[in-house]
């Protein structure tokens, strides 16, 4: 089945349900930390009976991110949905030209592009990876398990760093991947590396140094890291071409890629060497798909990042994980790392060589449970009363 030959859907209604998950371990950044995960989940129902569900992973403060829970709901409510409904979709890459008017505001967008690209599969009785695959050259179809890594947040010590991560190896993880932050560095990567010399090991700083500490981040070469992730400012390019070519460690690039043509911008100046690809960053799976195509033919590694998505966020970057081109560990951990429950079902579980399985259903092959997103519903409704909008989802029969 090509692309011209997909079933249409044509979008009916929209609704959005903010919901709050306890998380079994918090996850310390440079940004500090938040007892809850908040998301937006987007329920889609099409002319057709068919529903697709998507999710907007914002956060409560704007941190990682300028979108907040608050201006995710507002958007979305008064300027991206009325913008779907009533569309006849043949394909989900119709859908950011619909919202270009609309400028900005990522990870409001991925979750309707989403939610429509999941209906689109199920639509189609197909898993949403191979959905993904037929806008791809041949010999991209996908694979029935992604490769996964974990990631630690900032711990107190560096022996409780160590507990943690023997912890992951022994459930399977293969790839580690830390937090630091100035001060929580060089002193933790001696530390762990004393004891742990041969596992496949990454750093992620998420914006935390400046150009003027490139002296002091030389010093992390020494540990024979698979990457340092996003060492400078989270909307920078060009400090960072001067600090790749500095050091022998790969630079990779986060926050500051939005689009396919900020990765090739990055590659040109020579600013890193990887490319963290998080689909919400990035405004959706039409630019994701972009930004594959180039890593593919410009050889460059690509890894799929996250955002403490719940199952229906994590099943559907899984299924993007789940591509060749895909040549580096993702952080799509298991359920159990973050949730218990999730939202939805069936979880996701760590196989043998740090792989998860892909969903073989149609469309994210997860379901939404009703009593859960009301819980979780209801938690944001008490936790955060003022951010309730006047408009969210009914409940779920």
Same mark, same amino acid.
């Given at each position: ?8 859907? *044509? ?5 959005? #349900? ?24 987007? %329920? ?19 941190? #990682?991110?300028?979108?907040?829970? &608050? ?19 043949? @394909? ?8 270009? !008017? ?8 991925? &979750? ?10 199920? !639509? ?9 695959? %037929? #806008? ?20 107190? *010590? ?5 507990? $943690? $991560? ?5 459930? &399977? ?19 762990? %590396? ?15 140094? *400046?150009?003027?500490?490139? =002296? ?27 600090? !790749? ?25 020579? +600013? ?14 039409? =630019? @994701?798909?972009? $930004? ?23 099943? +559907? ?12 560990? @993702?952080?799509? @951990?298991? *359920? ?20 998860? %399985? ?23 409704? =008490? ?15």
């Amino acid at each position: 089945m090509t692309v011209a030959e997909l079933k249409p859907v *044509t979008i009916r209604s929209v609704q959005l #349900y903010p919901v709050a998950l306890p998380l079994v371990e918090r996850l310390g950044t440079s940004f500090g930390n938040e007892p809850f995960k908040a998301a937006i989940l987007l %329920r889609l129902e099409t002319v057709e009976g068919v529903t697709g569900w998507g999710e907007t992973s914002a956060e409560i403060n704007p941190g #990682y991110s300028a979108e907040t829970m &608050g201006t995710s709901l507002h958007v979305l409510q008064e300027f991206l949905v009325p913008r779907v409904l009533g569309k006849c979709v043949r @394909s989900a890459t119709e859908i950011p030209p619909l919202l270009a !008017q609309v400028r900005g505001h990522p990870l409001a967008k991925h &979750g309707l592009e989403a939610a429509v690209w999941d209906a689109l599969a199920r !639509q189609n009785g197909l898993p949403l990876a191979q959905l993904f695959a %037929r #806008y791809l050259p041949a010999g991209h179809e996908p694979r029935d398990r992604a490769l996964v890594g974990v990631s630690i947040g900032i711990q107190p *010590t560096v022996a409780e760093t160590l507990g $943690i $991560i023997e912890k992951r190896l022994a459930e &399977g993880y293969g790839r580690i991947k830390l937090k630091i932050k100035p001060g929580w560095d060089l002193e933790l990567a001696r530390g762990v %590396r004393a004891t742990l010399p041969d596992i496949t090991l990454m750093l992620d700083a998420n914006s935390a140094y *400046t150009l003027r500490d490139a =002296e002091h981040l030389r010093q992390l070469d020494d540990f024979n890291l698979l990457m340092v992730e996003q060492p400078l400012a989270w909307d920078d390019i060009y400090e960072h071409s001067k600090l !790749q070519p500095q050091m022998r460690s790969d630079i990779c690039l986060d926050e500051s890629i939005h689009s396919a043509n900020d990765a090739r911008l990055a590659l040109e100046l020579g +600013a890193c060497r990887i490319i963290n690809l998080k689909p919400a960053r990035v405004s959706g799976y039409t =630019e @994701s798909l972009a $930004i594959y195509r180039f890593c593919m033919e410009n050889q460059v590694p690509l890894w799929i990042g996250g955002l403490l998505e719940t199952g229906v966020g994590r099943a +559907a970057n899984l299924a993007f994980a789940s591509l060749p081109g895909v040549t580096l560990p @993702s952080d799509i @951990s298991a *359920t159990s790392r973050y949730y218990d429950p999730d939202i939805s079902e069936p979880a996701f579980e760590l196989e043998s060589g740090s792989r998860i %399985r892909v969903p073989r259903g149609p469309g994210i092959g997860v379901e939404v449970q009703p009593d859960r997103l009301q819980e979780a519903m209801q938690r944001w409704r =008490e936790r955060y009363p003022y951010r309730v909008p006047a408009l969210q989802g009914t409940p779920l029969s």
